[in-house]
């Protein structure tokens, strides 16, 4: 079985027999892969409405587990934006419904944000349509394929973990 990376690399190896093009064939498939993966992201994000964005502060609510709610410092750990840019979102998903903010009763100059229903179905249904899509780019591959690529996915990964 033959893919356009294949070309690409023996192109290469034509033109630049010095270099070592392993990486290439590695990265250049993640790279495409990784476009997939984009499309079906926006594609599940947009069949319910939300922007990838909001999906990723949804996400961590609905993560937390009920009352599915975090302090807004926890929801800039979970996904790594800064205080200004969260505030901006926190705002915007209140004025669509999806969150509401709440004093904290362990902190009273503090607030927390939880998920409405109208959130949680909206993540839930994201990130199953998200799941399905997934699964479809996968489905070349057995579970223990599956398995095997995600280990070493994380052995490449762990370095940059913080």
Same mark, same amino acid.
């Given at each position: ?11 290469w190896?034509r ?18 892969? !990784? ?8 594609? !599940? ?49 209140? !004025? ?32 199953? !349509?998200l ?32």
């Open positions: 079985m033959r893919d356009e990376v294949d070309e690409l690399i023996e192109a190896a033109e630049r027999s010095d270099l070592d093009l392993g990486p290439v064939a590695v990265f250049s498939r993640i790279s495409r892969l !990784a476009h997939h993966v984009d499309r079906a992201r926006r594609h !599940a994000f947009t069949t319910h409405d939300i922007e990838s964005w909001e999906f990723d502060v949804l996400a961590a609510l609905r993560r937390a587990g009920e009352p599915y709610e975090l302090s807004p410092g926890r929801l800039l750990r979970e996904t790594l934006v800064t205080s200004g840019t969260m505030t901006n979102r926190v705002d915007r998903l209140t !004025a669509r419904g999806l969150v509401e903010r709440h004093p904290d009763p362990s902190d009273r100059r503090g607030v927390l944000v939880r998920l409405t229903p109208e959130g949680k179905e909206a993540v839930d249904g994201a990130f199953t !349509a799941l399905e899509a997934e699964g479809d780019l996968l489905s070349g591959l057995s579970q223990d394929a599956q398995s095997e690529l995600a280990g070493l996915l994380r052995r490449l990964l762990v370095p940059f973990a913080d």
